[in-house]
């Protein structure tokens, strides 16, 4: 591991709640390829998160399905290949798709809920065409499975209602039972030099809670590399992600963060880390994904508070 494996942020983080020494064994982890034993797991991924940024610089999460082997990595592992078709074209889905360019940073992570493995990659895209994305590998590691509640994909292209993009400023009564009945949701972060992470938060649902129009977002004790946290500390703007497993839909959302450390009521809902970060949303958009699966719910993450 290099020395420069975490930026000014991370770090910041780290040394602030005490667990630098924890995030320097754990970063050695941190690849500049995909790990080789991962090119199987990504052979079998059906769903992936993509961290981008808008032409405005707002961040948003983007989840995307695809057929199994819809990503793949070259033989030298420094390069992923991310297949993105199918009924409905990714891009409408965000503005932060539709305006990717050649050499735009960009943020990927691979989740398979029902195993509750994790692949995060972060890089650049090499190459855009009719088939996808060309994405130059920067940084690869897998992540612990924590907080994952299991799911499993039961069909493809199940029957559902029709379903249309919708989109606003301001939180809705619909997007606000969304919200609260979540127990999964995915984020997007970017360091002020463009570099993105797309990572995952899990709960029982109801653990992100909703008041006076933000969002109040738990920090669990996690891995110690405080990627997330360490790109709010520097550009405090983030996406969400929340998912409707039951109609193939996502509510993705853009906006501004506040970290806050030392809380001291209800830590028990923070896990004993006594960390939160409120996100108030400045703009939202509901879609249906570009392919439709249908999911088994299957159990709740035991690490869950």
């Given at each position: 591991m290099e020395k420069n494996t975490f930026h000014d942020g991370e770090v910041l983080i780290q040394e602030q709640v005490g667990e630098r020494e924890v995030a320097m064994l754990n970063g050695r982890g941190i690849s500049t390829r995909v790990p080789a034993a991962a090119r199987l797991f990504l052979s079998r991924q059906r769903i992936c998160v993509l961290a981008s940024t808008a032409a405005d610089g707002d961040p948003w999460a983007t989840f995307v399905t695809g057929s199994a082997g819809f990503a793949s990595v070259s033989e030298d592992l420094t390069i992923l290949d991310l297949a993105i078709t199918e009924e409905r074209a990714a891009g409408e889905q965000a503005p932060a798709l539709r305006s990717l360019s050649e050499g735009d940073p960009i943020g990927l992570l691979f989740i398979e809920l029902a195993t509750r493995r994790r692949l995060r990659i972060n890089g650049s895209i090499a190459r855009i065409n009719v088939r996808g994305l060309q994405i130059a590998v920067q940084e690869a590691f897998p992540n612990c499975p924590k907080y994952i509640q299991r799911r499993a994909i039961e069909s493809v292209n199940a029957p559902l209602p029709g379903l249309r993009l919708e989109s606003g400023t301001e939180l809705t009564d619909t997007t606000v039972q969304w919200i609260q009945r979540a127990d999964t949701v995915f984020v997007a972060s970017a360091h002020p030099d463009g570099r993105l992470d797309a990572s995952h938060r899990g709960g029982n649902p109801g653990f992100v809670r909703i008041r006076e129009g933000a969002l109040l977002i738990p920090d669990y004790p996690g891995n110690s590399l405080f990627n997330t946290f360490g790109n709010f500390a520097l550009n405090p703007r983030a996406?969400?992600?929340?998912?409707?497993?039951?109609?193939?839909?996502?509510?993705?959302?853009?906006?501004?963060?506040?970290?806050?450390?030392?809380?001291?009521?209800?830590?028990?809902?923070?896990?004993?880390?006594?960390?939160?970060?409120?996100?108030?949303?400045?703009?939202?958009?509901?879609?249906?994904?570009?392919?439709?699966?249908?999911?088994?719910?299957?159990?709740?993450?035991?690490?869950?508070?």
């Open positions: 996406g969400l992600t929340f998912l409707d497993f039951d109609k193939a839909r996502q509510l993705q959302l853009t906006g501004k963060v506040a970290l806050h450390f030392g809380v001291t009521e209800e830590t028990e809902l923070t896990a004993g880390t006594g960390r939160w970060w409120t996100f108030r949303p400045q703009r939202w958009i509901a879609s249906p994904w570009n392919t439709r699966l249908s999911w088994r719910y299957i159990d709740a993450s035991p690490f869950n508070p």
